[in-house]
């Protein structure tokens, strides 16, 4: 029996995207709807909260600590955990476009990949975009036409990138040129059509194998290198939005989930918009800081 603990009793209105910091052992996630940036530090059982000036979508950690590149509405921006400081750094869209940042983490190399969505996901509009983010700033699109972008992930040997469209309900797999940071051979890793719920977001255990919140299904799935389905667990949380493992080991998988209230309507379920911890019996592979200034 696996043991599913509630880590923290957030009630995020759309928490996302989780970010083990081992440099502080301390977990990063963020609230999108609620505008806030979250710091959970598990040694202390204690959760802290900055508020943002817009809609957080990913973050990814530098090389100083408390020093986080976030992904929010059409730009990137520099935030500043210690003063609360956020600066605007590069805009990815132009505003009013009705976009804004989703999903993203960096490569092994220590690009900043993410993708854009329309900000209402129920409207079901592909006029997002996946970005790939270099260390000064500058940015390549690699896909377009995305609907809701998320699943981003690269495997341990640094040889394989995957990338979802929850709208599509699909996962795929890309071979990947780690030293140009080029996706190439797109194929199909994980249909969701006899799943439960849609692919949101994922991350690689050591072992190679891909953890995927399963948004909709109460469920976090694990599925080995080949797209074969290797375990299922159930959650106590109607809407798991993205997996990291984190702890001093990298032992515990933490997962964020929608409570909903905002851009989601409210669930009405108890539990939903908590930060879980999972002791998956597996290790993790901690996510490159950012390689530019």
């Known amino acids: 029996m696996v043991d599913v603990d509630v880590a923290v009793r957030a009630g995020a209105l759309l ?10 052992s301390v977990l990063y996630w963020v609230d999108i709807d609620g505008r806030l ?13 900055r508020s943002v000036p817009g809609r957080p979508g990913s973050l990814v950690r530098s090389e100083q600590p408390g020093r986080l590149l976030m992904a929010a509405e059409n730009e990137l921006v520099w935030f500043d955990w210690d003063s609360g400081v956020a600066t605007p750094w590069v805009a990815l869209e132009p505003p009013g476009t009705g ?7 960096t490569d092994p190399a220590g690009r900043y990949w993410v993708g854009s969505m329309y900000q209402l996901a129920v409207e079901r509009r592909s006029t997002g975009q996946l970005y790939r983010i270099e260390g000064d700033g500058s940015f390549h699109v690699i896909k377009r036409e995305v609907g809701v972008p998320n699943a981003l992930a690269f495997d341990p040997e640094h040889e394989r990138m995957y990338f979802a469209d929850s709208l599509l309900e699909t996962i795929w797999a890309y071979d990947y040129d780690l030293g140009t940071g080029t996706p190439r051979n797109e194929t199909v890793f994980a249909e969701f059509s006899d799943l439960p719920g849609r692919p949101d977001g994922a991350c690689v255990d050591s072992e190679g194998c891909l953890w995927v919140a399963a948004v909709h299904g109460g469920a976090v799935l694990r ?9 299922r667990i ?59 200034a």
């Open 15 to 24: 928490g996302e995207c989780p970010l083990w910091s081992p440099e502080e």
């Open 37 to 49: 940036v979250h710091r959970y530090d598990p040694a202390a059982g204690l959760d802290e909260t």
């Open 99 to 105: 976009n804004r940042m989703n999903d993203g983490r």
């Open 223 to 231: 599925f080995t290198p080949d797209g074969s389905l290797d375990r």
């Open 234 to 292: 159930d959650v106590p949380v109607t809407k798991p939005t993205m997996t990291a493992f984190g702890g001093n080991d990298l032992g515990t998988l933490f997962v964020t989930s929608i409570g909903g209230g905002g851009s989601h309507p409210p669930t009405g379920q108890p539990g939903d918009g908590d930060l879980l911890a999972i002791d998956a019996g597996v290790t993790g592979v901690p996510d490159a800081p950012f390689a530019g």
